[in-house]
């Protein structure tokens, strides 16, 4: 089970909701933003090393966090250095080993944000409550589709007390579940914890469980298909 999860817009939370997914889906997470990881790395081979044939895509999986992660490195000498062609087979390698895993996409419509999702079964795509990043998660939902990463669900991310749910579902044919902005998430996140472990009864934390939820179903048509 490979699930991509992708935004339009950077800035969006995109980074948060895959780490968030990955703790409830007992799945590793590989950080795919080659060029502004956003993901706690530490020390040991990443992805760069990884895309540049200098480290297994196993070896660099990090087993020592709440969530398992494949961190990316943060220099762009390590982000050229790498054949980002290879992300699809590392991933795949992944898979094998540990089941699931989700790959935080990088922003945008370059070629890395399309090898993310080309590896992908499915995806989930993050965006905010504004005219602007729903445009960019239009475009982001046209190529999932036309690289066959189905779209699970959307992650209305940051959102007030009263969320366009209905809006955003019309506009992108899947289903919505909005998380309400809250400090509790970035203050975990900085830590590398899913919210569920600072504040397991919060409504950030419920939210983020719906969404796993919302996901599953696609995720487990899509696998045994494949």
Do not use: Q, W
Not at 117 to 136: I, K, M, N, Q
């Amino acid at each position: 089970m490979i699930l991509a999860v992708a935004g339009g817009k950077g800035g969006v939370g995109k980074s948060t909701v895959a780490l968030e997914l990955g703790a409830r889906l007992d799945a590793v997470v590989v950080d795919a933003d080659l060029a502004m990881a956003d993901l706690a790395a530490g020390r040991g081979p990443d992805l760069h090393d990884v895309l540049a044939g200098r480290a297994d895509p196993l070896e660099a999986v990090r087993e020592d966090g709440l969530v398992r992660l494949l961190p990316c490195g943060r220099t762009l000498a390590g982000a050229r250095a790498g054949d980002v062609t290879r992300l699809v087979a590392a991933v795949e390698t992944v898979e094998e080993t540990y089941g699931s895993v989700v790959v935080d996409c990088p922003a945008g419509m370059a070629a890395d944000v399309g090898m993310g999702l080309l590896a992908a079964d499915c995806s989930v795509l993050v965006t905010a409550p504004r005219e602007f990043a729903l445009a960019d998660a239009l475009r982001t939902r046209a190529l999932a589709r036309e690289l066959d990463a189905g779209l699970a669900a959307v992650a209305l991310n940051r959102t007030d007390e009263d969320p366009p749910t209905a809006e955003v579902r019309r506009a992108l044919g899947a289903p919505v579940v909005a998380i309400p902005d809250d400090d509790r998430v970035r203050r975990a996140h900085r830590h590398g914890s899913p919210v569920s472990e600072i504040a397991p009864e919060s409504r950030p934390a419920k939210r983020f469980e719906k969404l796993a939820e919302e996901s599953r179903p696609a995720l487990d048509s899509r696998s045994s298909v494949r």
